[in-house]
């Protein structure tokens, strides 16, 4: 939802805490239940590319940098799957941004 919502409607300061919570989640998700394709109804893999678009959309921030870079380890150690690097790819660029970017705050 948050990579589909308009720029303007965003709001960093009160999203980024759960968006950082999400990715802690998510991370131990995929180190208990072992896999990218699926808890429940939830595919692990797309939902951690949407946690990395949203990301993506807000400044950059130590807590939401360090949840993702722990999602992105969890995910690297699934070893080689289909979808793999692409999820990676989709973290790295999320948690590697310059100062600035984002939406405003």
């Known amino acids: 939802m948050l990579g589909e919502m308009p720029?303007?409607?965003?709001?960093?300061?009160?999203w980024t805490p759960l968006l950082a919570q999400d990715a802690k989640l998510?991370?131990?998700?995929i180190r208990k239940f072992g896999d990218l394709a699926s808890h429940d109804d939830d595919n692990l893999g797309r939902?951690?590319?949407?946690?990395?678009?949203?990301?993506?959309?807000?400044?950059?921030?130590?807590?939401?940098?360090?949840?993702?870079t722990g999602l992105r380890a969890a995910v690297a150690a699934k070893g080689a799957t289909t979808?793999?690097?692409?999820?990676?790819?989709?973290?790295d660029a999320a948690i590697v941004r310059p100062s600035g970017g984002g939406a405003p705050r």
């Open 83 to 91: 979808d793999r690097a692409e999820i990676v790819s989709a973290l």
């Open 47 to 68: 939902h951690v590319v949407a946690i990395a678009r949203a990301a993506a959309r807000f400044p950059p921030n130590d807590e939401l940098r360090e949840a993702l």
């Open 26 to 29: 998510t991370a131990e998700d």
């Open 7 to 14: 720029e303007a409607a965003l709001r960093p300061a009160a």
